[in-house]
């Protein structure tokens, strides 16, 4: 996808480490334990971006020399969603720096032959309008399934929605964005396009099961 045909909700995590690591996890023959690792590392570092404007207030502290007031994030806690099985991958490392989180769930499976979503868990924080929300998903394909789970998300209230994905293609990242442009889209790559079956080309294969050892 040319740079020109990129929408502005789209950040490309392109830091040297996300990309060393995400070629690790292209690699089939790296092993399930260390695809886990590597997503955890990587989801950290994508964690790190898309909580920069988080936004902030003052609180008076005193340090072991002085009074001061110093900066505190604002309002109630953010909630990270996982788009089950695979979004669990990147839920994990965004925890290690932001052990506060409200967590939240949404199950959904892609129907093989339409490649619609299928929900089957939904169970969100109740005060969700009140927070941040910080969707996770390893794979941005067809984009159907994050679209849904988004919409699922603002029915409920929720008002501040961030995506975050390890790889997205042109297909999904256009969907998201026509359908919820208010919603930035946080990735490491965006890649060549979708194959007949909707996976990511060249991508990495099933995220789920390269975490899991299912397949």
Not at 170 to 192: F, K, L, M, N
Not at 193 to 198: R, S, T
């Amino acid at each position: 996808m040319a740079e020109t045909d990129l929408p502005k909700s789209l950040v490309v995590v392109d830091h040297p480490l996300v990309l060393h690591k995400l070629t690790l996890m292209r690699d089939k023959n790296t092993p399930s334990a260390v695809f886990r690792q590597l997503l955890r590392e990587i989801s950290l570092l994508l964690a790190y971006e898309v909580a920069r404007d988080l936004p902030m207030t003052t609180q008076t502290i005193e340090t072991p020399l002085a009074e001061m007031e110093a900066p505190i994030l604002k309002g109630k806690k953010l909630v990270i969603v996982s788009i089950l099985r695979a979004g669990n991958g990147l839920l994990e490392g965004m925890l290690d720096l932001m052990p506060s989180a409200r967590i939240g769930h949404i199950g959904l499976y892609r129907d093989p032959v339409t490649l619609q979503p299928v929900e089957y868990y939904f169970k969100v924080p109740a005060d969700i309008e009140e927070r941040p929300v910080i969707v996770v998903d390893p794979m941005l394909a067809t984009g159907n399934s994050t679209s849904y789970a988004i919409h699922k998300l603002k029915e409920k209230g929720a008002k501040d929605v961030r995506l975050v994905c390890l790889l997205a293609a042109p297909e999904g990242v256009r969907r998201v964005a026509s359908q919820h442009p208010d919603v930035p889209i946080y990735t490491a790559a965006v890649d060549r396009c979708l194959n007949d079956h909707g996976y990511i080309v060249p991508g990495l294969g099933d995220a789920g099961d390269r975490m899991f050892g299912t397949k």
